[in-house]
T-cell receptor
Framework: GAGVSQSPSNKVTEKGKDVELRCDPI?????LYWYRQSLGQGLEFLIY????????KSGLPSDRFSAERTGGSVSTLTIQRTQQEDSAVYLC????????????FGPGTRLTVL | GDSVTQMEGPVTLSEEAFLTINCTYT??????LFWYVQYPGEGLQLLLK?????DKGSNKGFEATYRKETTSFHLEKGSVQVSDSAVYFC?????????????FGTGTRLTVIP
């Protein structure tokens, strides 16, 4: 596609449930990043993929958070046993070799945990 | 560790006023510096960037100069327009590990009134 897409755009869930958030990067972009934007913490880095591997998972806030990427394209961020403090906008960005060091962001998924 | 400190808002200006949003950074290596903008209802977009000391990034009338001696990357525009109303984020990436994950400031909301 022309840009980074994310789904769903909004997700409301109950505390304790698991959620999956999806990111479709720009075709051909090898690097993919997940960030979280919340009122209390601002914009924070979660995890980075180069191809299908995640050399940097340092930003994941707890072991309830995991992510994978398959085929060097689509990525899924999974949050298990959601808590109210997980409520935030989850942003995905991709980066390609043609514009190195320039990340293109998706519209985000707004997660609300009740 | 790496961090960005950004002037807190909100900032309200009249059309055609001069804009400065201050940004300073702390980094262990030689970071690249960015300004991202988030217009109402839209995703994050790269506004401008600078990759080494004394570089000036510019776009849409906005400018910022990478000042290593003062560890700053202040955003300026000589004459703002109503359409510039948005949230502006200063950010850095520090390619120490091969990843370009971004460290963001807290964001500054700009409102331009006619």
């Amino acid at each position: 596609g022309a840009g980074v897409s994310q789904s769903p755009s909004n997700k409301v869930t109950e505390k304790g449930k698991d959620v999956e958030l999806r990111c479709d990067p720009i075709s051909g972009h090898t690097a993919l990043y997940w960030y979280r934007q919340s009122l209390g913490q601002g914009l924070e880095f979660l995890i980075y993929f180069q191809g299908n591997s995640a050399p940097d998972k340092s930003g994941l806030p707890s072991d309830r958070f995991s992510a994978e990427r398959t085929g060097g394209s689509v990525s899924t961020l999974t949050i298990q046993r959601t808590q109210q403090e997980d409520s935030a906008v989850y942003l995905c960005a991709s980066e390609g070799q043609e514009k190195y060091n320039e990340q293109f962001f998706g519209p985000g998924t707004r997660l609300t945990v009740l | 560790g790496d961090s960005v400190t950004q002037m807190e808002g909100p900032v309200t200006l009249s059309e055609e006023a001069f804009l400065t949003i201050n940004c300073t950074y702390t980094a262990t290596g030689y970071p690249s510096l960015f300004w991202y903008v988030q217009y109402p209802g839209e995703g994050l977009q790269l506004l401008l960037k600078a990759t080494k000391a004394d570089d000036k990034g510019s776009n849409k009338g906005f400018e910022a100069t990478y000042r290593k001696e003062t560890t700053s990357f202040h955003l300026e525009k000589g004459s703002v327009q109503v359409s510039d109303s948005a949230v502006y984020f200063c950010a850095l990436s520090d390619d120490q590990t091969g990843a370009n994950n971004l460290f963001f400031g807290t964001g500054t909301r700009l409102t331009v009134i006619p």
